[in-house]
Nanobody, 125 residues
């Protein structure tokens, strides 16, 4: 069993930055991928970014590429999402998820087994 907890959400002004953290504990994450998804008001949940421990690669949705950055800490059990130049379309509940999707299914939420409770990010002036 894996416990997933997101922290760092809040209110941020357009153009500013915010950092979210995801702590995944309970078992080794070797071979797993950690991903960020988000669900905006009235929208379906969508893929944001993912990190593969084994491949040491990151993947991003086109909507956040160049603005958001995923990084892991040295302990390999925490994943951060640095959100720069945010805009109102980034307003959403952000979820961290853990799973072992194949590359073609990386962006599918059904590929992930464990989910956090979500953290609210509101972009507003």
């Amino acid at each position: 069993q894996v416990q997933v907890v997101e922290t760092g959400g809040g209110l941020v002004q357009p153009g500013h930055s915010l950092t979210l953290s995801c702590a995944a504990t309970g078992r080794t994450l070797s071979g797993y991928k950690l991903a960020w998804f988000r669900q905006g008001p009235g929208k379906d949940r969508e893929f944001v970014a993912a990190f593969s421990w084994s491949e040491r690669r990151t993947y991003y949705a086109d909507s956040v590429k160049g603005r958001f950055t995923v990084a892991r800490d040295n302990a390999r059990s925490t994943l951060t999402l640095q959100m720069d130049k945010v805009n109102v379309d980034d307003t959403a509940v952000y979820y961290c998820a853990v799973g072992r999707p194949i590359l073609s299914a990386l962006r599918n939420e059904e590929s992930y087994y464990y989910w956090g409770q979500g953290t609210q990010v509101t972009v507003s002036s």
